[in-house]
């Protein structure tokens, strides 16, 4: 009778609070620690920032050979040498033409690049260095991928990682998919702490927390995002992700904000947490919720990832089963999209400002708008989109643009798409801005005009625009609110990137410096009719200006004085998060990129001496 009662105990209790998934309950004890003394944990309290700059390879700081092994030997074999993708089409002792023939050839097709632990999805963080497909005089280096990768697949691992790394001053990084795309998960001489295979699911049908009641979802961190449209499908529930792709939704896109085709509806990606488990500078493993640990709780909801701590899992929001329909509207103008014509480019322009305006219609109905030019609404017909965009489509053709106008379909970016095939590496970089509603919200007013003029010269200036409508308002946001997402999304009306696909492969440092200054100066003008907006975390310019208040706004004090408590060694660096500015990266030829040495400000003269 006892073992029954138990047993009915466990049972209600894990579907209030959920239990952990079985890699969480595999954690770091004194007993694994023995005499290995670099995996035992910190303490916060006593605690001083690391100082001068952080070890690596060919330093005299650098672990020894026999140190790396021993740790290798606690994970259980899980430390990676970290191998460039691409060196198997070089020559060296990597070199590997069927390997390579695979990765030129057949890499769109499968899950290759996204299931690698080294590979990130923007290649000039990493340097100029050991591209795809080789060219004359090119080479493969290092560059700015870690050293090793711990492959981690328990909390345990986790743990003994981000001691070992604080231990012994060495730079750490996180990664899950690697879809950063300034740089912040990979670092040169770094060990990488890799998420990806962090993948269980479990429903909750009754979960409580707080004032929170009702269903809800554990998730592993590393699940990609077109992954969960399984299992929304097969408990009749929706849960917010980033779309059909193969971005961890429970990562790093969570961390930072996180907007979706549901933004107006369920808010951010950042709004959906209940509970969050992390494993903290300190080696600890502990649980982050509104009744315990609330700083951390407030900081890993749109603080910004790659700084507080490394997520295992999450307890998310699960919302009824929610469909999203699309209606896809282009437009061109004379016999086509050339523009050259001073009246057809009028009549560009003109639709342009109509687009513009009807997306406060859009944003009205809890939906979302994309240029060009998808019309996504939640939870309704057909017929029903189909009558929304009509007057759209009419004022389009009104000014003499040719419509070209797709009956309403599921939306194709909330699904689970390719299931994950084909993603491989670019090499672009842009800038975005959250465009206040107030901007567009009257198309008589000036302010309309100036935005849409701002908007209106970056593109002629050869860059491209991409814009999504959405009011991720605190009011559908929900409990339990209180986070650290950018204040200016509670404000935005629209999302916007600004895209410069200049070559960046090969480019001096004077070349590609002269790149990026022209951008920004495109960027400025965004800026200047936005005064005290903000930007994207997840999709920003690595050199934003004031980027403490632009990706951050006034929460920005309040987050760095969690990080100094909780991480008072400054062991969680990434570029442009809360207390990066504490630190530097030394690379030789000056450039912004993680081929180099971390150092602390002041520092820097360390970086050359071995």
């Not at 939640?378 to 009419?394: I, K, S, Y």
């Not at 998060?577 to 003269?605: F, I, K, M």
């Amino acid at each position: 009778m006892p073992s029954l009662f138990a047993s009915t105990l466990f049972a209600v209790f894990a579907s209030v609070k959920g239990a952990n998934f079985a890699y969480e309950n595999e954690v770091l004890t004194d007993a694994d620690i023995g005499n290995f003394s670099a995996i035992g944990f910190g303490d916060a309290s006593t605690a001083a920032p690391l100082e001068g700059c952080r070890a690596s390879p060919g330093t005299a700081e650098w672990p020894l050979a026999q140190e790396w092994a021993q740790l290798n030997s606690s994970l259980g074999g899980a430390l990676i040498p970290a191998v460039p993708p691409a060196s198997v089409c070089y020559d060296g002792p990597s070199k590997d033409q069927a390997a390579c023939n695979i990765l030129l050839f057949n890499a769109t097709f499968n899950n290759y690049y996204i299931n690698n632990p080294v590979n990130v999805f923007s290649e000039w963080p990493e340097g100029d260095t050991c591209h795809l497909r080789p060219a004359a005089g090119e080479n493969c280096t290092q560059g700015g991928f870690p050293t090793y990768v711990v492959n981690a697949t328990s909390v345990k691992q986790i743990q003994m990682a981000v001691n070992f790394a604080r231990n012994k001053n060495l730079r750490l990084v996180i990664k899950n998919t690697g879809h950063d795309l300034i740089g912040r998960s990979t670092g040169a001489g770094s060990l990488s702490i890799w998420t990806h295979w962090l993948k269980d699911f479990e429903f909750v049908p009754e979960y409580k927390v707080g004032e929170y009641s009702g269903r809800a979802a554990r998730v592993g961190s590393g699940i990609e995002s077109w992954e969960m449209f399984a299992h929304m499908a097969a408990n009749n529930m929706t849960v917010l992700v980033a779309g059909g792709y193969t971005v961890g939704a429970y990562g790093g896109w969570i961390q930072g904000g996180g907007h979706s085709a549901l933004a107006s509806k369920y808010g951010l990606g950042a709004d959906q947490a209940l509970s969050i488990q992390v494993v903290t500078a300190d080696g600890r493993f502990v649980t982050a919720d509104p009744t315990q640990n609330t700083d951390l709780f407030y900081a890993l909801r749109g603080g910004g990832g790659g700084t507080y701590g490394v997520v295992t899992s999450l307890v998310i929001k699960a919302h009824p089963a929610t469909t999203v329909l699309s209606s896809t509207i282009a437009y061109s103008v004379g016999g086509g999209f050339n523009v050259s014509v001073p009246g057809d480019l009028d009549k560009f322009w003109a639709g342009f400002d109509i687009y513009h305006a009807f997306g406060n219609k859009v944003v009205d109905q809890q939906g979302t708008a994309c240029f060009t030019t998808d019309i996504e609404l939640p939870n309704v017909t057909e017929d029903f989109l189909a009558e929304f965009v009509r007057p759209f489509v009419d004022d389009l053709k009104a000014v003499g643009l040719n419509v070209t106008y797709d009956p309403p379909s599921p939306a194709g970016n909330w699904g689970a798409g390719a299931a994950g095939r084909g993603d491989t590496p670019g090499n672009t970089r842009f800038g975005s801005r959250l465009f206040p509603r107030e901007n567009l919200a009257d198309p008589a007013s000036e302010l309309f005009a100036a935005t849409q003029l701002a908007i209106r010269r970056s593109i002629e200036a050869g860059y491209t625009f991409h814009g999504i409508h959405m009011v991720p308002t605190e009011d559908v946001a929900g409990y339990p609110g209180n986070n650290a997402a950018n204040p200016a999304f509670r404000k935005t009306i629209m999302h916007a990137d600004l895209f410069d696909f200049t070559v960046q492969r090969g480019l001096t440092p004077m070349a590609f410096t002269q790149a990026h200054d022209k951008l920004a100066a495109a960027m400025d003008e965004w800026r200047a009719v936005s005064p005290g907006a903000g930007a994207y975390f997840n999709e920003a310019d690595l050199e934003e200006p004031n980027w403490q208040q632009a990706f951050f706004g006034t929460n920005y004090e309040r987050l760095l004085g969690i990080k100094r408590e909780r991480d008072p060694w400054g062991l969680f660096y990434a570029p442009v998060t809360v207390g990066s500015e504490e630190y530097t990266l030394v690379t030789e030829d000056g450039l912004p990129t993680q081929n180099g040495r971390l150092c602390r400000v002041g520092a820097e003269g360390q970086a050359k001496r071995r």
